[in-house]
DNA sequence: TAGGGGTCTATAT
DNA sequence: TAGACCCCTA
């Protein structure tokens, strides 16, 4: 069931990416989603209990594409139902049994087009499938753990642990137990909605010295959850209007007061609703999870030494098992719902090493990534990365290459400038380049399109929402500018080659970078041009200088990534995409990707076209621009935002 | 008119 | 499970 209307809900707190911007991450699944979808695909032989694997194999391929772009996955599957949803689940049950008499029904009367659908509804996913996929993972090492009780919450547990940086799946509800990047509508092509709990405040409409998760969490319960079913006439645009005018220290009195606030005169809140809404919140707080490292169950959260009542509160939230018995569970050796022995697979097994002596091809994969079932595996410290840019800005000391005459003499970073032309002003500092990876760690995700107006939508409903609260006496000005890039006609191209990012980067610096070689897989990122310049015989010094930017063939750079047999595999058949925007200016064609600015001629407006013209750093070509920019001078003191109506000198004065 | 609620449909290959 | 659509209600 879910949260009705919540992920539209929760749209200002949304991002669309590509999953191939978490390389490096890893990634919690709510499993039984794509099990689910890939049942759909094979309905009609799992009713007949015909023996498929299409459903396996459909979950392998999301599998494969998070293993070939460096994403360690972990497999999360659903466990022992909760007594609060055995209403729920005994509907569904029934429901698939009647979907099941009716299939039969249908296909007696020859009717086998309507019985198709009906095998579809009595879809039912079994341990025995998750064993089956469980097997599978093991090949390529892919961790899985079965939940004692909900996915959702182990998979925020892991989430909040950092085991797990993004987890994903389809069910709204993973929010309230406090995940904090939740990743939806993840397809083959690895485009998803990354949802940011940071941003949750923007979803609600208020400040973030009014939002607390609490709050949250009471709105989506009372629009209606899982455990509770809403009050009538309460969705979640009243829920929220409620939490964000009362205290949301004692629900228990402030419910009461529930209909005076949202003027709903008819409206009953009865201490039983009260009662059980009280529970619901419980469950959601301290459910049962299994921590794989301490190898026993724990609550999602600590049960607080003062908390009143809490045996009735949590008699929902699942039961402690015994430590032997919850982790046979976890690892996937028991039936969830009978505790009995189905399998005996143990971590570090000869099982385990023998499938990878028969499967070689896998076993670079399963060399990479640390097992959260070996004993000595700590989360590492990974960085978090949804925008390759927001990395090179804090890893390049653009300062040390003034030579190449863009930056002039204010001895900015162009970090620095892109901020002075961004939406917001966070705090800057000239290099981030000698900071902890655990300070790059805390450092905020910056997504695209707040640091690179140029590269998403500007009507992005979250960047309105800060442009709007923002208290920086440029906001203003930099409104005007914007406005004027959005006359720009634009049209989404969702067709495009993936690009390495070089969108700050100056060709002086990528040489640099290419020689210094201190971190492979930055440095690769660049090496096309890099590499280009060094076949052209371009110095670093002369770089910068658009005329040695000959045509470049667009092919694509693996070599920063240890690609292995699968990825190879999955490559062959599966493209890969980031979105790209194009605009018409001065009757030039100007693509955005996500990563790259790159003016394209008519001729070759074909995208699948193998030659286009790449445009170092933003904007065009220098000698071009400074004719055609109405006047807009291109001159050392400013940068090529230029090209698009942004004067650089009075932004930059002090 | 905004928002809630019910129903129907798609999900895969 | 989510989204679209339509209808109802305050």
């Not at 569970?329 to 097994?349: I, M």
């Not at 440029?474 to 969108?503: Q, W, Y």
């Not at 109405?630 to 003191?637: E, H, I, L, R, W």
């Not at 940068?639 to 650089?648: C, D, I």
Request: hydrophobic fraction near 35%; include cysteine; charged fraction near 30%.
């Amino acid at each position: 069931m879910g949260i009705t209307g919540l992920i539209p809900f929760l749209e200002k707190a949304s991002t669309k990416i590509n999953i191939k911007d978490l390389k490096g991450c890893t990634v919690a699944i709510d499993t039984y989603c794509w099990l689910h979808r890939g049942a759909y695909g094979c309905a009609e032989k799992l009713s007949r209990g015909e023996s498929t694997n299409i459903h396996i194999l459909y979950c392998m391929k999301f599998v494969n594409m998070l293993l070939s772009l460096n994403i360690k996955p972990i497999m999360i599957f659903d466990g022992r139902h909760l007594p609060a949803k055995a209403l729920t689940e005994s509907r569904r049950r029934e429901n698939r049994n009647q979907a099941k008499k009716r299939a039969a029904e249908l296909l007696r009367l020859g009717q086998i087009d309507e019985a198709k659908v009906q095998m579809r509804r009595c879809i039912d996913i079994t341990h025995d499938m998750v064993i089956e996929l469980m097997k599978e993972c093991r090949k390529r090492n892919v961790d899985c753990l079965v939940a004692p009780y909900e996915a959702d919450a182990q998979l925020a547990y892991l989430n909040r642990k950092n085991v797990a940086q993004y987890v994903i799946t389809e069910d709204s509800d993973l929010t309230l137990f406090g995940a904090s990047r939740i990743i939806f509508k993840l397809d083959l092509t690895g485009n998803c909605l990354l949802v940011d709990a940071e941003k949750l405040h923007l979803a609600m409409g208020c400040k973030p010295e009014n939002y607390s998760f609490d709050k949250f969490r009471n709105m989506c319960i009372l629009s209606g959850c899982d455990y509770l079913d809403s009050l009538p006439g309460i969705g979640l645009a009243k829920a929220c209007k409620f939490v964000l005018r009362i205290d949301d220290s004692d629900m228990e009195s402030a419910l009461k007061k529930l209909p005076r606030h949202l003027n709903l005169r008819n409206l009953v809140v009865s201490e039983d609703y009260i009662s059980e809404f009280l529970k619901a919140e419980a469950t959601f707080k301290f459910m049962y999870v299994y921590d794989p490292f301490q190898r026993k169950m724990v609550r999602l959260n600590e049960i607080p030494k003062d908390m009143k009542n809490f045996e009735v509160l949590c008699s929902n939230a699942g039961s402690l098992l015994d430590d032997e018995i919850a982790y046979n569970l976890a690892l996937g050796n028991l039936n969830p719902f009978t505790l009995d022995k189905v399998d005996d697979w143990q971590p570090n097994s000869g099982y385990n090493s023998q499938v990878a002596v028969n499967d070689s091809k896998h076993q670079t994969s399963k060399l990479k990534h640390p097992s959260i079932w070996d004993l000595n595996f700590k989360p590492h410290n990974v960085k978090r990365q949804t925008s390759i840019n927001a990395f090179t800005f804090r890893k390049i000391k653009y300062s040390s290459i003034d030579d190449s005459g863009e930056l002039g003499d204010n001895n900015q970073d162009e970090c620095h400038i892109a901020s002075l032309y961004s939406m917001h002003s966070p705090p800057l500092k000239k290099s981030r380049s000698s900071e902890s990876p655990d300070k790059l760690e805390n450092f905020p995700i910056m997504i695209q399109s707040n640091r690179n107006p140029f590269a998403k939508s500007l009507s992005h409903s979250c960047e309105e929402n800060n442009v709007t609260n923002s208290s920086d006496p440029d906001t203003l000005p930099r409104l005007r500018k914007l406005e004027r890039l959005s006359k720009f006609e634009r049209t989404v191209i969702n067709d495009s080659k993936e690009i390495k990012s070089r969108f700050f980067t100056s060709n002086a610096l990528l040489v640099q970078k290419l020689n210094k070689s201190e971190d492979n897989q930055e440095e690769s990122g660049f090496s096309l041009i890099a590499k280009q310049s060094r076949k052209e015989g371009i110095s670093p010094e002369e770089g910068n200088s658009n005329e040695n930017f000959e045509t470049l063939d667009l092919v694509e750079d693996n070599s920063h990534t240890e690609v292995d047999e699968i990825s190879k595999d999955f490559e062959k058949t599966q493209n890969m995409y980031v979105s790209m925007e194009e605009f018409e200016f001065n009757n030039k064609k100007i693509v955005t990707t996500d990563t790259d600015i790159i003016e394209i001629s008519d001729s070759e407006l074909d995208l699948k076209s193998k030659t286009k013209r790449i445009i170092p750093r933003l904007g065009l070509p220098r000698k071009k621009s400074t004719n055609k920019m109405n006047g807009v001078a291109d001159t050392n003191s400013q940068t090529r935002l230029s090209m698009f109506g942004f004067k650089k000198k009075e932004l930059l004065k002090r």
